[in-house]
C-alpha cells in the first residue's frame, strides 16, 4: 500500500469533520502518527505543516470552540485600543463546560449569561481559519459594562478611539447597550466625549 501524503491546503487549525468528508478515520490517525497534523480535542486538530500567518486568536477557536473573541483582545483586533493583554480574552456562555487547554497561548474566560453572550457574533476567515468575535458595537458595550474590571482608562480610550471612526454605527450601539443593560452607563459617556 502507498503512503498517503498529507496536503498541505489546510489552514492552521483543521476541524474533524472537515477531516471526514476526504479521509477515513484510520488516515486521519496516520496523519497524526506521521507528524503531519496533532490532536487538540475531538473537534480540532493543529495542521504542523502551515505556513501561513499564525494568530492567537485561531489557537483561541481551536481551544474553545464555542467561545467568541470579546473584550480587550476584540477591542485591539478592531483597533479601538494599544492596550495588549496578557492573554486572549474569550467569552464563553455561563455553566459552559470547557476542556483544559494548554498553557499557551494564555487564554483567559470570561462566563455570560446566555442574554448576554448569544447576539452580534460575526466570523473572521483568514488563509483557511476563522474565529468567532463580537461585533465592534458589543465590543464597546461590553467594555462599557465592565468597564470597572476593564479600567476606566481603557475604557474611555476604546470609547473615543470607537468615537473617531467614519463606520461608527451609535443607534446600533445604543442597541446593544440597552440589550447589555448598560445604555445608561453608554449614554453617560456618549455625553461627555460627543
Known amino acids: ?3 498517503i501524503t498529507f496536503p498541505n491546503t489546510y489552514g ?3 476541524r474533524r469533520k472537515e477531516l471526514l468528508k476526504d479521509y477515513s478515520p484510520y488516515i486521519i490517525n496516520s496523519f497524526v502518527s ?5 490532536k487538540i480535542n475531538n473537534r480540532y486538530y493543529q495542521n504542523n505543516t502551515y505556513i501561513g500567518e499564525e494568530s492567537d486568536y485561531f ?11 470579546g473584550f480587550m483582545s ?4 478592531y483597533g479601538l485600543s494599544n492596550h495588549r493583554p496578557m492573554a486572549v480574552d474569550v467569552a464563553v456562555r455561563a455553566n459552559s463546560y470547557i476542556p483544559p487547554f494548554p498553557n499557551w ?9 446566555k442574554k448576554y453572550f448569544d447576539f452580534a457574533i460575526s466570523t473572521v476567515s483568514e488563509n483557511g481559519n476563522e474565529f468567532r468575535i463580537y461585533e465592534i458595537e458589543k465590543i ?8 470597572e474590571y476593564i479600567g476606566i482608562e481603557e475604557t474611555k480610550e476604546v470609547l473615543t478611539n470607537y468615537l473617531k471612526r467614519s463606520d461608527r454605527d451609535l443607534n446600533k450601539l445604543i442597541k446593544w447597550s440597552m440589550k447589555n443593560g448598560c445604555d445608561k452607563q453608554m449614554r453617560t459617556y456618549l455625553e461627555v466625549l460627543v
Do not use: W
Open 140 to 147: 464597546v458595550s461590553d467594555i462599557v459594562k465592565y468597564r
Open 1 to 3: 500500500m502507498s503512503e
Open 105 to 113: 497561548p494564555p487564554i483567559r474566560l470570561h462566563y455570560l449569561e
Open 34 to 38: 506521521a507528524g503531519y497534523i496533532t
Open 74 to 77: 476584540a477591542a485591539v483586533y
Open 12 to 14: 492552521q487549525f483543521i
Open 59 to 69: 489557537y483561541a477557536a481551536a481551544y474553545v470552540p464555542n467561545g467568541v473573541i
